[in-house]
Antibody, heavy 116, light 106 residues
Framework: QVQLVQSGAEVKKPGASVKVSCKAS????????INWVRQATGQGLEWMGL????????AYAQTFQGRVTFTGDTSINAIYMELSRLRTDDTAVYFC??????????WGQGSLVTVS | SYELSQPLSVSVALGQTARITCEGD??????VQWYQQQPGHAPVLVIY???KRPSGIPERLSGSKSGNTATLTISGAQAGDEFDYYC?????????FGGGTKLIVL
């Protein structure tokens, strides 16, 4: 079965960086994009961007341009999201999700990042 | 940038039909997905490509579009349907989500 398993919660200081991992299993990793979506407490879903593991293509939401970087390691079926210059309003749960032409059917469990 | 508008909340009597709307320019030309989210959990895809249901999603949930509005219909609303619902499209190399609607079952 398709599974996306994310790394654990993080606490960071303002100005620091955080790197969240998303490890995939149960499907051909290179065949689907991995999207990143975040959600602050009590707020809606906010798309951050996506990465194609096969080509390395990335697309970033304008809001995060210059602060977020996606990288991949196809040897272990993992995608990483690194967010830099953290602010207190970056406190949120960060989700990865498998994308099939923008249909996000499979999601990771979420990783809480607290900036304080 | 593209925007999707959803009502903050929709109320429905137990057993009745709830309709959650999602408005966006030219949404008729886009594929619309709907997600259900329980507090503290990842979203669950309930409708994709406007009208399709993933396996395991009950037929009580259905999607439709008309003009500039997409609609998620929940028939026979149950207390267990009381979650947040988000619509989503793809526009200009970006995934776009609506702001989300809380379904209240009375």
């Amino acid at each position: 079965q398709v599974q996306l398993v994310q790394s654990g919660a993080e606490v960071k200081k303002p100005g620091a960086s955080v790197k969240v991992s998303c490890k995939a299993s149960g499907y051909i990793f290179s065949s689907y994009d991995i999207n990143w979506v975040r959600q602050a407490t009590g707020q809606g879903l906010e798309w951050m961007g996506l990465m194609n593991p096969s080509s390395g293509y990335t697309a970033y939401a304008q809001t995060f341009q210059g602060r977020v970087t996606f990288t991949g390691d196809t040897s272990i079926n993992a995608i990483y999201m690194e967010l830099s210059r953290l602010r207190t309003d970056d406190t949120a749960v960060y989700f990865c999700a498998r994308g099939d032409r923008s249909v996000l059917q499979y999601w990771g469990q979420g990783s809480l990042v607290t900036v304080s | 940038s593209y925007e999707l508008s959803q009502p903050l909340s929709v109320s429905v009597a137990l057993g009745q039909t709830a309709r959650i709307t999602c408005e966006g320019d030219n949404i008729g030309r886009k594929d619309v997905q709907w997600y259900q989210q329980q507090p503290g959990h990842a979203p669950v895809l309930v409708i994709y490509r406007n009208v399709k249901r993933p396996s395991g999603i009950p037929e009580r949930l259905s999607g439709s579009k008309s003009g500039n509005t997409a609609t998620l219909t929940i028939s026979g609303a149950q207390a267990g349907d009381e979650f947040d619902y988000y619509c989503q499209v793809w526009d200009t190399n970006s995934v776009v989500f609506g702001g989300g609607t809380k379904l209240i079952v009375l």
